[in-house]
């Protein structure tokens, strides 16, 4: 039995050594976009005292800016007191004061919080027990004075974590978001995040002072904006007159977080009811998504001669292909008379799939397997083919050594993938690559190459999923000439744009490809899904919608399987046997077995309860060595189980541990007994198997159980079909 790796250990005061590793790097990397107050943080920092720069990146750390100071108790900081002292006269800490007034409620306990509330008058209909905790931090923030809440005197056990505004702009020079998240040094030391190993030397996030200022300022408001509760209308106010001197760069990513807060910040205040300034924001940007509130609001003001307008020019020129097919549906729908608008209208005239009921929870594999028994190879591929595509055929562009310029050892993606700037500085040879996809061998052969060098290795595109790799060859050979250049094309050109959206499914019909959404009822259209529609389209794929119509399938197949197992959690046990049957109309066709070596002990109440024993396992294959088997024989099936979530979540986790996902319809025989037959006295396996008189030989071991359970399914589908035409339940 194979040995467990050993724990590692993370280094006494690690959290320091990150912090610091974080502030060289910045330093070094940054030294341009750096004015006094940083320098003087670094200076002044360094020349703490070990325990106070400890203390200080604790409070970094923890979220929030103020602290109870009976929280701060820390085994390696010798005296609180002193160390505290030490940091104030630094100002990397500072006493609180009524502007500090939510964030000291914050950290107030539920029972504290009740307390306080019970300060209102009496006459209130408040019931505070009721209140979820941001409630009562708004009612008592609005409604108690802050002397009330907190007297002369109390603000001495709090303190505030100081220098906050330099910090946040460190960690966004190193990390690239608001907020840093200095965790994953620790991650990366435990070994559960991968770093681009290839990669030794980091390119700058910002080459200048004002780009950096720029880009952390519309990152910060971004933020806000995003955060719970909301901002009052004063700094809302405040952001709305700041925001038209904003500056505008040449810089493609710089100039994107400018529209996106710009667009953020005036959908706030629509949401406010302030649709006058929200329009005078959204005015600020002329991309998309700003554009089309742009439009909307001039039509909701009345004004639909400049609505009419607005519209024509975004057709004439518009920022990207969903800004163009917005501006076209509501041209057409507000000013020529056209009732239904495209989205509605692809809907309509989508062809209806009937497929089983059973699999309303992965309708994309229910609706492959419907493709397959038309004879068809059917795949859920949606954006993974793309990516796995674009990865394999370019991957020494994106992931070399020489060419990914990469900010940090945290990033992946090479700097100006999304922006463009990265294709433009690399265009002939991202074309070289692209011209490969013209002789369909040669482009397979160097795909196949670079799946063989490079299979397993982290990285930001390549799932390295088995099934998906196959997939390749009809989609390079059956695609219509040059479309594929096209799309990748889009992708180098801005892949946070064109990288989402693709149908759900390929499908492989002789020699006929073609790609397939599918919505089931309640399901709309996106605006990205129907630009990349109408993209693969006029590049000459067959794309199409087909909406779900539920049945009850007699065909539909299922896999019923049993496993057992060492106990329980999935997130620490392990299974020691699976069995599986595959079911088709009225029969068993199929079954698969095998025991698995936990690589652990099993209990002896699990032994003496299963009949496994240590030594049964001690010889059989590890999961890793069954788990393609096992995938093979599920296929597209619904996964079936007695307790299926039990079932499936242990097979999830194994998955999971070789870095693969495991994910399929299910349908649970208890839930499904419980609903067909109602009443009956336990909805136990063995219970249940002798109620309907169905053979159980071997409890507990998992072909059986999974036979068993085939059984019970047959007779859940007998009552499904009669309460489908109307029976009742006998």
Not at 212 to 229: D, S, W
Not at 248 to 276: F, K, Q, S
Request: glycine content about 6%.
């Amino acid at each position: 039995m194979q040995s467990r790796r050993p724990a590692i250990v993370l280094k006494e005061r690690y959290y320091l050594e990150h912090f610091e590793e974080m502030l060289g790097f910045v330093e070094s990397h940054y030294a341009h976009a750096l004015m006094a107050p940083e320098t003087d943080f670094l200076n002044d920092f360094r020349a703490l005292s070990i325990d106070a720069r400890c203390l200080y990146v604790r409070l970094a750390n923890r979220k929030g800016l103020v602290f109870a100071r009976h929280h701060l108790r820390y085994l390696e900081i010798a005296s609180l007191d002193d160390t505290l002292a030490e940091l104030k006269v630094g100002g990397f800490v500072t006493a609180p004061e009524q502007t500090h007034y939510v964030e000291l409620l914050s950290v107030q306990g539920r029972p504290r919080l009740l307390e306080l509330v019970d300060l209102l008058s009496a006459s209130t209909d408040l019931r505070p027990s009721a209140l979820k905790k941001g409630e009562l931090l708004a009612i008592l923030s609005s409604s108690v004075p802050f002397a009330s809440c907190f007297p002369a005197g109390t603000l001495s056990d709090f303190v505030v974590q100081g220098r906050e505004e330099v910090l946040a702009y460190l960690l966004f020079l190193h990390f690239g978001r608001s907020r840093g998240d200095m965790g994953s040094f620790a991650l990366r030391d435990l070994g559960l995040i991968k770093t681009p190993e290839f990669k030794t030397s980091f390119a700058p996030r910002y080459e200048s002072l004002v780009s950096a200022r720029e880009a952390f300022l519309y990152t910060r408001v971004l933020r806000e904006l995003g955060e719970k509760g909301g901002l009052t209308s004063d700094r809302l106010n405040a952001l709305a007159a700041d925001a038209p001197q904003w500056l505008i760069l040449d810089d493609p990513e710089i100039e994107t977080l400018r529209h996106r807060a710009v667009y953020r910040l005036g959908r706030t205040l629509e949401r406010r009811g302030d649709a006058t300034l929200a329009l005078d924001v959204h005015r600020l940007s002329d991309q998309f998504p700003s554009t089309e509130r742009t439009a909307r609001l001039l039509l909701q003001s009345g004004d639909r001669d400049a609505a009419r307008t607005f519209l024509e020019r975004l057709i004439d020129q518009p920022s990207c292909d969903e800004e163009l097919i917005f501006a076209e549906d509501l041209l057409a729908r507000k000013f020529h008379s056209r009732r239904v608008g495209r989205f509605t209208a692809l809907l309509r005239e989508a062809r209806q799939l009937p497929l089983d009921e059973s699999s309303r929870e992965y309708p994309e594999a229910a609706a492959a397997q419907y493709f397959q028994r038309g004879g068809a190879i059917a795949a859920h591929t949606e954006n993974e083919i793309w990516s796995l595509l674009f990865g394999l055929l370019c991957w020494d562009l994106l992931l070399g050594k020489q060419t990914a310029p990469l900010h940090s050892a945290f990033d992946w993606k090479p700097v100006g993938l999304d922006s463009g700037v990265f294709y433009e500085k690399y265009r002939e040879a991202f074309e070289e690559r692209f011209r490969l996809l013209e002789d369909p061998t040669a482009a397979l052969a160097a795909l196949q190459g670079t799946w063989d060098q490079h299979e397993g290795t982290p990285n930001y595109l390549v799932a390295w999923n088995p099934t998906m790799r196959p997939l390749l060859d009809p989609l390079v050979r059956l695609a219509p000439q040059g479309a594929l250049a096209e799309l990748l094309r889009d992708m180098a050109c801005d892949h946070r744009q064109h990288r989402r959206g693709f149908p759900d499914l390929m499908i492989v019909d002789g020699d006929q490809l073609s790609f397939v959404e599918i919505k089931t009822e309640g399901d709309q259209i996106q605006r990205h899904q129907l630009v990349k529609i109408e993209r693969l389209r006029r590049l000459g794929f067959t794309a199409e919608v087909a909406r779900v119509g539920w049945v009850v399938d007699s065909e539909q197949d299922y896999v019923v399987v049993d496993i057992e197992t060492t106990g329980a959690p999935a997130s620490w046990h392990r299974i020691t046997e699976i069995g599986a049957v595959r079911v088709r109309g009225r029969e068993i066709i199929a079954e698969w077995s095998s025991l698995v070596n936990p690589q652990r002990s099993i209990p002896n109440f699990i032994r003496d309860l299963t009949g496994i024993t240590n030594e049964m396992v001690a010889t059989a294959p590890t999961f890793d060595q069954i788990a393609a088997d096992f995938r093979a024989f599920v296929g597209d099936a619904v996964f079936v189980a007695h307790r299926a979530p039990f079932d499936y979540g242990f097979l999830q986790a194994e998955f999971e541990r070789l870095g693969q996902e495991f994910r399929c319809p299910t349908l649970c025989t208890v839930v499904a007994m419980r609903r067909h037959f109602p009443g009956l006295p336990s909805y136990g396996l063995a219970k249940l198997c002798a109620h309907f008189k169905l053979p159980l030989e071997s409890h507990h071991r998992a072909l059986c159980d999974a036979r068993a359970t085939a059984q019970l399914l047959l007779k859940i589908n007998d009552q499904r079909e009669r309460n489908s035409s109307g029976a009742s339940i006998t």
